[in-house]
């Protein structure tokens, strides 16, 4: 029942020198503060959620400059449904737009997308945009771009195991032989490198239910810059701030 992950090619490696580390490879970003962006500015939240667009357009960029491999962002979350409709709508309007706008150029440059999250309540044409980027890019060997939608990381938990209990019940595997690479396969986001580094701008300092499974030991940096102002400058700053730790997963340090 495992889910076949997806071949991913890193990209080049960031240079280390002076004792840094290697890396990160896989960078995530908690895109927030679309809102208060626009609030400061006397302006309607839908307007910081499209400049966030925009930011996100630099980030992926950014990304290809700083040879990373592999990036994921959080969209919306299954807790975003909350918000009022005019604002969800809005939110969905993006990311038709973004598909539309930005597929075949993210194709011309050998960007892999996926969209981990669940897709039950979607509406039909978000889920036909979503099959089509997928598939269009699923060949492509250079930054894999996760675009977390309807996505949160507790529903990513019980999603998989329900389908582990399901296997139980059909008597597919036995209880005993699920393991952490076993439930790691059944979930959204498999196929993915664990994250090395996980970012959060506008200065909160929570997860917020994101990647609660593969970010268990990423390095965590909160950032005080609203995502609409991110620019290339910051996701430099946080690697080479990562070069930096120490990362022990519960080891010794040098």
């Known amino acids: 029942m495992s889910q076949t992950p997806f071949p991913i090619q890193p990209g080049a490696a960031p240079k280390t020198g002076d004792g840094l580390r290697a890396g990160p490879d896989h960078v995530a970003i908690i895109m927030?503060?679309?809102g208060r962006w626009a609030q400061a500015r006397g302006l309607p939240r839908a307007m910081g959620h499209r400049e966030g667009v925009e930011a996100l357009r630099r980030a992926v960029e950014a990304c290809g400059d700083l040879g990373l491999?592999?990036?994921?962002?959080f969209s919306f979350s299954t807790e975003n449904w909350k918000r009022p409709p005019q604002e969800v709508e809005t939110l969905f309007d993006l990311l038709r737009m973004f598909v539309r706008s930005d597929l075949q150029r993210l194709h011309r440059q050998n960007v892999r997308i996926r969209i981990p999250g669940e897709r039950e309540g979607l509406a039909g044409d978000i889920l036909e945009l979503i099959e089509e980027a997928v598939d269009?890019?699923?060949g492509n060997s250079g930054l894999t771009l996760n675009i977390a939608f309807n996505y949160g990381g507790r529903a990513e938990l019980?999603?998989?195991a329900r389908k582990l209990a399901l296997a139980v019940?059909?008597?597919r595997i036995r209880p005993e032989d699920i393991d952490e690479a076993?439930?790691?396969s059944t979930l959204w986001t498999a196929g993915s490198r664990a994250p090395d580094l996980i970012l959060r701008t506008s200065g909160e300092l929570r997860l917020s239910n994101f990647l609660l499974w593969s970010g268990a030991y990423a390095e965590l940096m909160f950032?005080?810059?609203n995502w609409p102002d991110f620019e290339h400058r910051h996701l430099a700053q946080a690697i080479e701030a990562y070069r930096r730790r120490d990362r022990r997963f519960g080891g010794v340090g040098a």
Do not use: I, Y
Request: hydrophobic residues 40%; without cysteine.
């Open 158 to 160: 019980v999603d998989g």
């Open 182 to 184: 076993m439930l790691g």
């Open 169 to 171: 019940r059909e008597g």
């Open 223 to 225: 950032l005080e810059v």
């Open 32 to 34: 927030d503060g679309n």
């Open 136 to 138: 269009l890019t699923a």
């Open 69 to 73: 491999g592999e990036l994921t962002v």
